[in-house]
């Protein structure tokens, strides 16, 4: 079975700090996609960033990262100089077709 | 349209009474999903469609639930006898593929059903 586990509840920073959420993950599959998601106010499921299981390099895309390390199964997801728009609950999902999410964790950013 | 369409956006309804809630994904995409999703929790998956034939219905709680999705596009999630419990967000989500460097899952704005 899937699970992904988002330890943090609740998160609150101050605008322009950096925020880390994460997430370990549980599976027997080999092969998987890894994904975070983020759901504002508004509750639409935005898709943020993807890794595969065979790929651990990580990357950086504009203000978010990504430190994934299969040896933990850990996926963990940051966001650099946080703005007040990046407030909302963000999810980490594992897939192997359909998504088995975490709880999520909130994230407010104050001005 | 550019993205998925969910109607209604909301659903207010009584226990006992039978809802649909419609799905319309993203055009060219065969693969569609239905997740709920309570509060304070992340979505749960509930059904999986590749094409017309629902590949993986493991989510379904129980037989008030049914989806379909005829040909192959637009899908409606049905609602038997309807209890407080099922009162959530449906989100339905659609893909490219199931698997693979297209398997990634576009998401609708969901319908937010209330049964009082």
């Known amino acids: 079975a899937q699970k992904v586990t988002q330890a943090q509840t609740e998160i609150s920073v101050v605008e322009k700090e950096d925020v880390t959420l994460d997430c370990v993950y549980e599976?027997?599959?080999?092969?998987?996609?890894l994904f975070w998601y983020k759901q504002p106010p508004s509750g639409e499921l935005v898709f943020l960033i993807r890794r595969n299981s065979f790929d651990e390099q990580n990357e950086i895309s504009g203000r978010y990262s990504w430190n994934f390390q299969k040896s933990t199964s850990s996926f963990n997801f940051t966001i650099t100089a946080s703005q007040v728009v990046d407030s909302a609950v963000y999810f980490c999902?594992?897939?192997?077709?359909?998504?088995?999410f975490g709880a999520g964790t909130t994230v407010t950013v104050r001005a | 349209g550019a993205g998925v369409s969910q109607t209604p956006s909301n659903k207010v309804t009584e226990k006992g009474k039978y809802v649909e809630l419609r799905c319309d994904p993203i055009s060219g995409h065969t693969a569609l999903y239905w997740y709920r999703q309570s509060l304070g929790q992340g979505p749960e998956f509930l059904i999986y469609?590749?094409?017309?034939?629902?590949?993986?219905d493991s989510g379904l709680p129980n037989d008030r639930f049914f989806a379909v999705r005829p040909e192959g596009s637009v899908s409606t999630l049905k609602i038997q006898r309807t209890e407080r419990g099922d009162s959530a967000v449906y989100l339905c989500a659609s893909s490219l593929a199931p698997g693979g460097v297209e398997n990634i899952q576009y998401f609708g704005a969901g319908t937010r059903l209330s049964v009082l």
């Open positions: 599976t027997r599959d080999t092969t998987y996609y």
């Open positions: 999902a594992l897939q192997d077709y359909k998504l088995s």
């Open positions: 469609f590749q094409g017309t034939g629902a590949a993986d």
